[in-house]
């Protein structure tokens, strides 16, 4: 069974240290969320308090119409999965996964039947007698899912579950964590700071900083449309520019604008609308160039900014630094933030 969670009017001091600030957070069955935020935003602590392993200064819990705030987390009813594997080590990979139902005196046949499932489900069924030491921290961190999900949690937490393996490892790993979790439409919260692991895996994303929420929306909602300069900022690359030059280039009104690299076009040629630059850096960044395009102007003053080329076309322009180039910002491309935040 799958839960809805709610997070009302949350917040959590820590001595005189604020960690979570009013939070409010509505998550419906079934859907994969992720917390995303810079280190000490407060994302852990949000997750320990919907475990139940931290109790909130002020505000409430639910998972589905129950209020939970002050249940233990014994009688919350998940699966928890962390950054270091968390194995017992002198036990099997099958005893590992065994152990939640062994304790809740299980009969050993049908234990045996729901392990060797969640060891297919892993694609793991071929280590289950290993230690931890035997295997990979690939393979000890799915065994850590396998023994998360042994006891049919109503829902599944996962603090930073991936950081400690290296890139290609963790990279089929998300794949196999999305699958498993959309195969048992298990709700699930994972912590993370790397903002690829959210993009890729999220149903939503709730980007937090300075323990608030920033902003929460589809990982293609965070990327297209941040509501503020951080959440702008911290999710990919862009190019800022302030409110007096937004204003003076004819950007906008009012307020700073931003456009993403990935949305300026270059040329060599001048089109309608197209600005005058001079090419002051390019950067190898594997599938794409970096080049940087400084835009003079005497009076309404430099642009500095970022675009990002794809490879064979950078390659087929030939950019070299010093040469002139002609950019064009498409408005609809662009954002605007009335304010900072
Ligand atoms: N037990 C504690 N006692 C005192 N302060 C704490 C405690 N736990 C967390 N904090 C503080 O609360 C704030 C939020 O911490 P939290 O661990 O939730 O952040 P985080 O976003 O998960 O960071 P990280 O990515 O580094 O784990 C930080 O300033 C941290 O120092």
Known sequence: MSVSLKISNVSKVFDKNVALNNVNLDIQAGEFI??????????????????????????????????????????????????????FPNLSAFENVAYGLRNKKMKTRDIEERVNRLFDMIKLSNAKNRLPSEMSGGEQQRVALARALATEPDFLLLDEPLSALDAKVRISLRKEICN????????????????????????????????????????????????????????????????????????????????????????????????????????????????????????????????DVPFQTAKAMEFHVNDNVFIKLPREEMLTFETRV
């Open 34 to 87: 992720c917390l995303l935020g810079p280190s000490g935003c407060g994302k852990s602590t949000l997750l320990r308090i919907i475990a139940g392993l931290e109790q909130p200064s002020e505000g409430k819990v639910y998972i589905g119409d129950r209020d939970v705030t002050n249940l233990p987390p014994s009688r919350r009813n998940f699966g928890i999965m962390f950054q270091s594997y968390a194995l």
């Open 180 to 307: 498993i979790q959309k195969e048992l439409k298990l709700t699930t919260i994972m912590v993370t700071h790397d903002q690829d692991e959210a993009l890729t895996m999220a149903d939503r994303i709730i980007v937090m900083n300075k323990a608030v929420v920033m902003q929460s929306g589809t990982p293609e909602e965070i990327y297209e449309k941040p509501e503020n300069q951080f959440v702008a900022d911290f999710i990919g690359s862009i190019n800022f520019i302030d409110d007096r030059k937004s204003k003076a280039y004819g950007f906008s009104q009012k307020g700073e604008t931003a456009i993403r690299p990935e949305k300026i076009a270059i040329s060599r040629e001048k089109q309608e609308s197209d600005m005058r630059g001079k090419i002051t850096d390019i950067e190898f960044r594997g599938f794409y160039d970096r080049v940087s395009v400084n835009v003079n102007h005497i009076i309404y003053g430099d642009l500095n900014l970022a675009v």
